[in-house]
């Protein structure tokens, strides 16, 4: 059975959040037209490896590194798919702990807002 076929109108939706604080209910925005929730929670995962790599600076141990990403980073959550929802705090030790690869980070070769500009540009 495919992913898509229970994806809510308009394609799966992943809400980024602000741990800061600094915006609004502290949503920064939510990014929707993932095709399939395999999609979206690869964009999710990665939009939070790259926040916590922000965060990362030399010498910082895995629990500063994850002190500063709850002080400054971004979060990002598949919003509608309950359980089959990727979830950062699944992974968070391993992102601290673990330096990622320019590929792991890369969630804006995820972004369903990209193929749109693609598509203006033709």
Not at 8 to 34: C, K, Y
Not at 90 to 109: C, G, K, P, V, Y
Request: hydrophobic share 40%.
């Amino acid at each position: 059975m495919s992913e898509n076929l229970f994806a809510p109108e308009g394609g799966w939706r992943v809400r980024i959040i602000d741990l800061s604080g600094g915006a609004e209910d502290n949503i920064v925005e939510e990014v929707d037209g993932f095709p399939d929730l395999i999609h979206a929670n690869a964009f999710a995962r990665a939009y939070v490896r790259d926040s916590i790599e922000r965060c990362r600076s030399a010498g910082l141990s895995p629990k500063e590194v994850l002190q500063a990403w709850f002080a400054y980073g971004e979060d990002a959550e598949v919003l509608e798919a309950g359980e089959n929802g990727w979830r950062s705090a699944n992974e968070l030790d391993d992102f601290a702990a673990h330096r990622a690869s320019a590929m792991e980070r890369d969630w804006r070769a995820l972004d369903p807002r990209r193929a749109e500009e693609d598509d203006d540009a033709d």
